[in-house]
């Protein structure tokens, strides 16, 4: 399922790549680079492995485009439960999901993993607009909470293990609620509670197939779309009255 | 526009689908971006197919919030339940039609104001959507809407079938006069026998066009107690007619939320016609056999317990007091 936005992204990531030539090596790659939804996509799961130069650990993080997010807080208005207040993140990722070979904080000081946005906690959501500190840390808290429950944000880290000294492997699973995009797969290697290398890998989830034709019509001919739901339904319509005509 | 997540309904379903016997046959929607059971889809359709043949509403007032309860994101819920009630209707409308149960005329009068008030509250949608507050809207107008018709009609066919019992009771007066029987531009409609204004049908149209654009439904549960009581129209023209105008409200919905927000599921709707305009064949037949009254007192027990959940919703402290709308175009 080789596409030239892959590519691409490929060129992108290794010319970007954030971690010093000299560091301590990881190399690292995914099962699968792309994961097409079609009918029938009930989730997927994809395999991490990769070896590292030593006995180390190692975290994975994978990361969903970012987006615009607002959060609505619920209050009580004249008796009833409306939506009281709002804040809107600038920076959130439509998918966040944390691998480790071992219990974060174990292996992982505080400065480096906010450094490298290491785990849900970590994430930095920039509000929009005037907001206390305070508040919106409240309302990052919450729609943290809301995207664990909706299966996007993981709620604990996938556990990554070592096949002897220097090979290492994981599987996660994308939920069938996978949003679509092209996520980044950052693997870091650590030594003494600090990053000491790290690569990234990009992973595409896109729609294929007859879903993907009728999405992308759906939002580049929206009017024409439209009229062909309506002239559909109505011979679905007419058809389904046939077999009664004479009843 | 904005979406809300289905955080714990989508995932339950999941769990209570697979633990039952009937075969599981997920579809994606690609709209939608979610895979749902085909045999729970095709049952839907047919069930609210079957509501909307016997009592000549749409049904979108009970489908769209099925869809929702089952994991379909709000907004492609409410315009994907749209897309499917223009099916729905035709179907209903030509098994009506079969019988001479249309009155045309009354019909497209009705969708004059119909398409001038649906045009008004997309605009009205927009803004409330905005400001965050569509949700609480629509629960309102729900709420306020059928509570007092299904109150007024449930006392109303109650009364009709207590008179039926005490032979040799007064007759109810065929024809009462009003001011709304003051008013200019009379117009006479040969098939529903009456010699109304034109501007009563033009204003009840209007009035159902905006609120079935706010509310993302034909308007048929509102049209058809209007169209009895505020009209004076015989009961056996009225689920024919309002199924006529409900095809073109709910086209003209379609079309506006696919062009605005990107959120009708064709997929979606036609699964769901394919089960439902099956059950509105029957639906029409099984409302041929009831009374006017009975099926007066069926829908507004329906009617009044949809507006009693919707009621206890807004009044009860949310279980997750912060949401997350999704911008559907994102």
């Not at chain 1, 439960?81 to 600038?90: D, I, K, L, R």
């Not at chain 2, 749209?82 to 019909?107: I, P, T």
């Not at chain 2, 007066?173 to 006479?188: D, I, V, Y």
Request: proline content about 5%; aromatic content about 8%.
């Amino acid at each position: 399922m080789t596409r030239s936005p892959l590519c691409w992204v490929i060129g992108l990531v290794l010319g970007l790549n954030p971690f010093p030539l000299h560091a301590d090596s990881v190399t690292a790659d995914l099962s699968s680079h792309a994961i097409a939804i079609s009918t029938g996509f009930t989730g997927a799961s994809v395999v991490l492995f990769g070896a590292t130069d030593g006995p180390a650990d190692i975290i994975a993080v994978i990361r969903g485009p970012d987006h615009e997010q607002t959060v609505w807080r619920k209050g009580k208005v004249a008796g009833l439960w409306t939506n009281a207040e709002s804040v809107t993140f600038a920076n959130v990722p439509s998918f966040y999901l944390v691998a480790a070979s071992r219990p974060l904080e174990e292996i992982v000081s505080t400065p480096e993993a906010v450094l490298h946005r290491i785990g849900v906690t970590n994430l930095k959501f920039e509000p929009k607009g005037a907001v206390t500190p305070e508040r919106a840390r409240v309302f990052a808290d919450a729609l943290i909470e809301v995207q664990k429950r909706a299966g996007v944000f993981s709620p604990s880290h996938v556990k990554i293990s070592f096949l002897g000294d220097r090979l290492f492997r994981t599987t996660f699973t994308l939920p069938a609620n996978t949003p679509t995009g092209t996520y980044l797969v950052e693997v870091f290697l650590l030594r003494d509670k600090d990053v000491v290398g790290g690569q990234t890998t990009p992973l595409i989830v896109s729609r294929v197939g007859v879903d993907a034709a009728v999405f992308d019509f759906a939002q580049q001919r929206a009017i024409v779309y439209g009229a062909i739901a309506v002239l559909m339904a109505v011979m679905a319509g007419w058809l389904a009255s046939l077999p009664f005509r004479n009843a | 526009m904005c979406r809300h997540r289905p955080v714990p309904l989508g995932g339950d379903f999941d769990d209570s689908a697979q633990g039952q016997n009937f075969p599981i046959m997920d579809v994606y929607l690609p709209i939608a971006e979610v895979s749902l059971d085909i045999f729970v889809l095709l049952g839907l359709g047919a069930a609210v197919g079957f509501l909307s043949g016997v009592f000549g509403v749409g049904g979108g007032f009970l489908l769209t919030p099925l869809l929702i309860l089952i994991g379909v994101p709000a907004p492609v819920a409410v315009a994907s339940s749209a897309n499917q009630l223009v099916g729905a209707s035709v179907s209903g409308v030509l098994a009506h039609w079969r019988r001479g149960n249309v009155d045309f005329k009354m019909g497209f009068i009705l969708l004059v104001g119909g398409l001038a008030g649906s045009f008004l509250g997309v605009w009205l949608f927009t803004i409330f959507a905005r400001l965050g507050q569509i949700e609480l809207v629509i629960s309102l107008c729900y709420v306020v809407l059928l509570g007092t018709l299904g109150f007024l009609m449930g006392i109303e066919s109650v009364r009709a079938m207590l008179r039926q019992r005490k032979p040799g009771a007064a007759r109810r007066k065929l024809h009462r006069h009003t001011w709304l029987h003051g008013l200019p531009l009379k117009t006479r409609f040969r098939k529903s026998q009456l010699y109304i204004s034109a501007l009563l049908p033009v204003g009840l149209g209007f009035l159902v066009g905006v609120l079935s654009a706010i509310m993302g439904i034909g308007g048929g549960f509102i049209m058809v107690p209007a169209m009895i009581y505020m009209l004076g129209m015989p009961t056996s023209m009225v689920p024919g007619t309002s199924l006529l105008q409900i095809i073109f409200v709910a086209a003209n919905v379609t079309m506006l939320q696919a062009y605005t927000n990107r959120t009708v599921d064709a997929v979606l709707a036609l699964v769901l016609l394919v089960g439902g305009v099956i059950g509105a064949q029957f639906g029409t037949r099984f409302g041929m056999r009831l009374r006017g009254e009975q099926l007066r007192f069926l829908l507004a027990l329906l009617v009044l317990a949809v507006a009693a959940q919707l009621a206890h919703d807004l009044t009860i402290r949310p279980k997750t007091l912060f949401v997350i709308p999704l911008d559907y175009r994102g």
